[in-house]
């Protein structure tokens, strides 16, 4: 059987890890004969959110909320303010969602960083955070 997945997860690299493992070992189970079942070899992964890292995804909003050629959102007094946001509050935030992998520290970190940052700049236009 063939199968083509999509990923839409921050820890996407974990995910397409672990997925081909897993697959690997049962293929290999199926073959020895010791489980019984279906081959399953994946030919594609596809990732609909691109999101695998916040602290890149959190700094691009701002970056390109203020400098792109489709539409500026924010003016530079705003990057500034949530640069400063991201830099004393969410990024520390979210290493510590990293560095423990609590549900709490990592919950902390994503209502910080989207009440503070991409929130508010999500709100300031007409656009869709995906648009380019």
């Avoid at 890890?17 to 030919?43: M, R």
């Avoid at 919950?107 to 989207?114: N, R």
Wanted: glycine residues 6%; charged residues 15%.
């Amino acid at each position: 059987m063939k199968t083509e997945t999509l990923g839409s997860s921050q820890r996407y690299h974990v995910f397409k890890i672990n997925l081909h493992s897993i697959f690997e070992q049962q293929n290999a189970a199926i073959d020895k004969g010791t489980v019984q079942g279906e081959k399953i070899n994946i030919v594609a992964l596809g990732i609909n959110n691109g999101w695998t890292d916040p602290n890149i995804s959190y700094k691009a909003y701002l970056d390109f909320s203020v400098n792109n050629t489709y539409n500026i959102i924010i003016t530079k007094s705003q990057y500034n303010s949530y640069r400063d946001t991201y830099n004393f509050a969410c990024v520390p935030a979210l290493n510590k969602c990293l560095s423990s992998s609590t549900n709490s520290a990592c919950s902390s970190a994503q209502s910080i960083c989207y009440n503070d940052i991409k929130g508010p700049i999500s709100e300031s236009g007409d656009f869709d955070v995906y648009d380019v």
